[in-house]
């Protein structure tokens, strides 16, 4: 068996959360593999709607083992928030979940380093969500941070105070003002909750379960434009979120990777400061955000919102080897007339049909080519033969131009929602 990968191809938001809901039947193991609470994977069935940050999303399946991997980081305040809300719906969260030793812990101090850094970079910030998760990835490759496993060492606490009394030094910097008693008594709640909870050595865990014939799905978190080597740096997350990401961040070899599963939204979102090539600052962008209800499920700031990027999307299916593509919240384009693609850049006069190096201090100007909306409540459709020839046609003219099939067309967001173009996924 190998490991298929699921993975948001945009700027996050494409809707991850719901296909891996409605994919987790297929699967016996479901593995986050990078990223932290920044995520907020939102998922809809029975009326109700569920935001997930850490935990992968096949945890309302049973059968199922959730394992959040090594390549996570973890805020313990907020893990303990959604695990009580889990517990609390009747979840038995402690059987279907389990914790590597190795993911690395977000500690109070971090998320304070994030707000003054955000500060003090005044309008060059990039739209951090204030997690902590920049500053947690900073220790853990500077060779300072507290990992799961750390929590159950009998000097725990030292080498808490020791990595305190250096994050102080750097908040004195800043001149920020904190008090971290405030914030102490939950993240030691936290850290209980944690070592109550089935902490393993993942690596070995998602490889036994490879040996033994299970089927794994790796679930992405953010998305490929925010990737700390190939996003719009500086304006990335600080994690690799594309295919590479599983490899490391789940501890599988690059020849157990089978399917390469991409996510996008049929128009494009994004959240936070960045380059945005296709944005629409006006009536047209106000339309998409209300329709589509573009508000962060992690942060609730509204999205930015434009048409589809076709550059930026062959360029993410490049760099992660997709292998086929989910189409999101077409319904949202229901009552547009005429619906525009992004084909092209205009740079200094150039057109290319790729993603420059540089499309942060680059002024790029979208080409678009116009096609026919279909005028049609796609909420209520069953089944794929339902769907109005306009949206096949817009379906089959983004298959070929991005060279990848398009499998699932999602239009809305209960999980019944999903229409399925192929059986390859079923």
């Given amino acids: 068996m190998k490991v298929d990968v699921l993975l948001g191809l945009q700027w996050g938001d494409e809707g991850k959360g719901k296909i891996v809901d409605v994919l987790t039947p297929k699967y016996d193991v479901i593995g986050r593999f990078q990223g932290g609470p920044n995520a907020g994977h939102t998922l809809e069935f029975d009326g109700i709607k ?46 279907k979940l389990a914790i590597s030793k190795k993911a690395h812990i977000i500690l109070p101090t971090h998320r304070l380093i994030d707000a003054a850094s955000e500060k003090a970079k005044g309008k060059e910030k990039i739209g ?46 800043h001149e920020f003002e904190y008090d971290l008693t405030e914030l102490e008594p939950a993240f030691y709640a936290g850290v209980e909750m944690i070592k109550g909870l089935t902490v393993i050595d993942s690596e070995h865990y998602i490889n036994q379960a490879i040996n033994s014939g299970k089927a794994v799905l790796a679930e992405g978190a953010q998305g490929t434009l925010l990737d700390v080597d190939f996003g719009s740096y500086p304006f990335v997350t600080s994690s690799n979120t594309t295919a590479a990401g599983t490899c490391t961040g ?57 048409w589809i990027d076709l550059p930026a999307l062959k360029y993410a299916i490049m760099i992660n080897g997709v292998t086929q593509l989910c189409m999101m919240k077409a319904d949202v384009l229901d009552n547009f007339d005429t619906i525009k693609v992004c084909t092209h850049y205009d740079v200094d006069g150039e057109r290319i049909d790729y ?3 540089d499309i942060v201090s680059t002024e790029v100007k979208p080409v678009y080519k116009e096609v026919k909306g279909w005028k049609t409540d796609l ?35 209960d999980r019944k929602q999903t229409l399925l173009r192929d059986s390859v996924l079923v």
């Fill in 50 to 95: 569920h935001v997930l940050h850490t935990i992968p999303s096949g945890i309302f399946h049973d059968g199922v083992k959730n394992v959040v991997g090594n390549g996570v980081v973890i805020d313990p305040v907020i893990l303990k928030k959604e695990i009580d809300a889990l517990i609390n719906m009747g979840v038995k969260v402690n059987d």
């Fill in 128 to 173: 951090s969500t204030l997690k902590g998760i920049g500053p947690t990835y900073m220790d853990k490759t500077g060779r300072n941070g507290i990992r799961v496993g750390d929590l159950f060492l009998p000097d725990f606490e030292e080498r808490y105070q020791k990595l305190v009394e250096k994050h102080k030094q750097i908040l004195k910097f």
């Fill in 355 to 357: 993603m420059p190096y």
């Fill in 250 to 306: 789940l501890g599988v070899a690059p020849n157990k990777v089978g399917d390469v599963i991409g996510i996008f939204k049929a128009y494009c979102t994004r959240v936070g400061s960045g380059p945005f090539p296709t944005e629409l600052e006006n009536e047209v962008g106000e339309e998409l955000r209300r329709a589509g209800h573009e508000f962060g499920a992690t942060t609730g700031r509204p999205r930015r919102c434009g």
């Fill in 379 to 413: 909420t209520k459709l069953a089944s794929i033969e339902d769907i109005p020839a306009e949206l096949n046609a817009y379906v089959e003219y983004l298959e070929r131009e991005l060279h990848v099939p398009i499998t699932i067309v999602s239009v809305g967001p």
